[in-house]
């Protein structure tokens, strides 16, 4: 069920978190389905001739603490449960990291490896014309998210900007440093997960030479490998949607980014090395960074890792999350992990309404600010409630928009 339908997982989460606190009911209702669902076909002149037309999806789950925000994924898989529940855990993200946005995300079914880059910029103009009034930078402010990058992003943006007649670079996030980007943007998520992974490490007692397995090898994985990398962690196992890699002395990661840039996968790479214990099932950090449900309940069995990252948005199913409870492995959530993206997101908006730029230093220290901060946070709500640090982060993220719920007046 739960492979097919994220937005039950939301639901479900809504429940473990209701034997917590108790949400008062107004609040849970209006918790159980966005504020608003676009439901859009993006009519595109293929380079044949001939006109496809795509559908999309743009849901905002909640703006109580401040506009909506999130991401746009490109993906053949893109269906409305979950991009609902992506609008969902963004909105949970944000009021974890306690920057004034609010939640939502989009999506259209393409599988836009085959496009050629004329259709897939003519699809990404007519999905932001589609759109563009539910957009605006106090308003909704998308940004990248699966298979869409900062070109992607420049494109959107001056399509915006055409409509809206007026420069409006704080309506997206995730461009191009020469149009209004953010220095950081490109690698932060990964960077705001290396900051709470170091954190569990410290909790943990764990040491640099701790192994390291990586599942996904695009923005997100890539750039923590190479963090981690450089801090003297042994990535032994790394994945990507056609095959893995392993080297139990660990691989390296530069020549594997290099690798994969030429040849589009990590498949094939010629430093293997499979002796010893150092797959998926025996890494003591696991970081999945791929997409939804990559970890159920069967792999949750055989993990044995001490501590997992959730670099992806939801990669571990409901019930295989309660198999790594009892087996007490610390599961870092995805809401609180993958949240120096739209961190930095932010900054960057700061930065185009100041029109005034920040340098990498600056960004780097009010991130890792805010994200081990967040962790603090969190696990002291795990603590307090002696529950797991996915219930602390929805505990505190919960609180927070239900306290701006009631400051509106909602409920
Ligand atoms: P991406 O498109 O750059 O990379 C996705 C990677 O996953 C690719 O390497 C792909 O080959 C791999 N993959 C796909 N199916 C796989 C499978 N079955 N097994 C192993 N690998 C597989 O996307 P990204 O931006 O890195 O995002 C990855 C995850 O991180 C998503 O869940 C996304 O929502 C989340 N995330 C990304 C950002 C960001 O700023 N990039 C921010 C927050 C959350």
Request: proline share 4%; net charge neutral; charged share 25%.
């Amino acid at each position: 069920m739960s492979k097919h339908d994220p937005f039950q997982n939301v639901l479900k989460q809504l429940n473990e978190v209701n034997k917590i606190i108790d949400i008062p009911e107004d609040i849970n209702t209006c918790f159980l389905s966005p504020q608003r669902f676009l439901e859009v076909s993006i009519p595109v002149k293929m380079d044949n001739g001939k006109v496809k037309v795509f559908t999309g999806y743009r849901s905002q789950y909640n703006d109580a603490r401040g506009p909506y925000k999130g991401g746009i994924r490109f993906h053949p898989d893109v269906n409305r449960s979950e991009v609902k529940a992506l609008s969902a855990w963004m909105t949970w993200k944000t009021a974890i990291v306690n920057i004034p946005l609010g939640g939502a995300k989009g999506g259209v079914i393409v599988d836009s490896k085959k496009l050629s880059d004329r259709e897939l910029e003519h699809l990404s103009r007519g999905y932001i014309r589609a759109i563009y009034k539910l957009l605006g930078p106090s308003i909704d402010i998308p940004a990248p998210d699966v298979y869409t990058d900062p070109r992607i992003m420049g494109w959107m943006m001056d399509e915006f900007e055409k409509l809206e007649g007026a420069h409006a670079p704080g309506v997206i996030t995730g461009k191009p440093l020469n149009i209004g980007g953010s220095k950081v943007r490109e690698y932060a998520t990964a960077q705001g997960a290396f900051y709470v992974l170091e954190e569990g490490v410290k909790k943990l007692g764990l040491g640099k030479n701790a192994t390291v397995g990586i599942e996904g090898f695009g923005n997100a994985g890539s750039f923590i490998a190479k963090l981690l990398a450089d801090e003297g962690y042994k990535i032994t196992v790394v994945s990507d949607s056609k095959g893995k890699v392993i080297n139990c002395n660990g691989l390296n990661i530069d020549r594997l980014i290099e690798y994969k840039n030429k040849n589009k996968t990590v498949v094939g790479f010629e430093d293997q090395n499979e002796t010893g214990r150092c797959s998926y099932e025996d890494v003591d950090i696991l970081i999945p960074a791929a997409l939804e449900d990559s970890i159920n309940e069967n792999e949750a069995k055989k993990i044995k890792a001490k501590m997992i990252v959730e670099l992806a948005n939801g990669p571990i199913t409901p019930e295989a999350d309660k198999i790594l409870f009892e087996k007490n492995i610390l599961v870092v959530p995805d809401i609180l992990a993958n949240a120096g993206g739209v961190t930095v997101s932010y900054f960057e908006q700061v930065q185009n309404a100041y029109n005034y730029y920040w340098e990498e230093k600056e960004i780097l220290d009010k991130l890792k600010k805010i994200m081990v901060k967040s962790f603090d946070e969190i696990w002291q709500k795990k603590k307090k409630y002696n529950t797991t640090l996915r219930m602390g982060a929805y505990v505190l993220a919960i609180e927070r928009v239900s306290g701006a719920m009631k400051a509106r007046g909602w409920v």
